[in-house]
């Protein structure tokens, strides 16, 4: 299968993207390591953490053959893309829709989680090639706001990156979207007392209540 079909399935198939924005790359990768052991299969590793690229890049080369994807957020523009493509990142995901990274991914047949808000920019993100649009601030809305906007925009993959808990995601998937991104749930599991493992149990618990929430 071709690699952008295959990182796309293993997005469709595990509904739910981590997304890793934490302070450092040390953390950030005992939180990866720890959130593969619970079970997720797609990780975004933001630039916004110092060294990230270059935890895309350990990360990749560890665990790409292990069906897992992991891709690089918060890319700005085609220097950041083309630099986490090089790394190995399998996905690039932005806040906003930036034609040229898209362009760029395309180019490298690297899927795209484009970020976009309302109707406007989901439908420009589309027609500009992003394969996913992400609901970006997904605070903003909420699952209110998803719903409401795929009433006339179903046949699009929108994903919330933001504010989805065990607690909502099957608000989501009821609300229409594709997918969901979550954060501080499971990468912060670990903050009370240091303990890694505590990131393993979240995302196990994460991961089955989006597998009850899509039946």
């Not at 739910?16 to 450092?24: D, F, G, N, P, Q």
């Not at 069906?67 to 950041?80: F, I, K, N, P, R």
């Not at 990142?89 to 970020?115: D, H, K």
């Not at 990156?161 to 229409?176: D, P, S, Y």
Request: charged share 20%; with cysteine; proline share 5%.
């Amino acid at each position: 299968m071709n690699k952008k079909l295959r990182t796309l399935q293993t997005i469709d198939e595990s509904g739910a993207v981590l997304i890793v924005r934490l302070e450092s790359a040390e953390v950030a990768e005992k939180v990866a390591e720890a959130a593969i052991e619970g079970g997720f299969r797609a990780l975004e590793i933001t630039l916004s953490i110092p060294g990230a690229v270059e935890v895309i890049r350990r990360l990749a080369a560890k665990h790409g053959h292990n069906g897992v994807a992991v891709g690089a957020g918060t890319v700005l523009d085609e220097h950041s893309a083309y630099e986490c493509i090089r790394a190995g990142a399998e996905f690039l995901v932005s806040p906003q829709l930036n034609p040229a990274m898209i362009r760029t991914a395309n180019r490298y047949q690297v899927p795209t989680i484009s970020g976009a808000f309302t109707p406007t920019e989901f439908v420009e993100s589309a027609e500009a090639g992003a394969d996913i649009l992400k609901l970006f601030p997904t605070e903003a809305g909420g699952v209110a706001y998803a719903k409401a906007v795929l009433a006339p925009l179903a046949h699009l993959p929108i994903m919330p990156a933001g504010g989805v808990t065990l607690e909502n995601v099957g608000e989501w998937f009821a609300a229409g979207v594709a997918g969901v991104g979550v954060g501080s749930y499971v990468t912060k599991a670990w903050q009370p007392d240091g303990d890694f493992t505590r990131v393993t149990e979240a995302a196990r618990a994460f991961l089955a209540a989006v597998a009850e929430a899509r039946g």
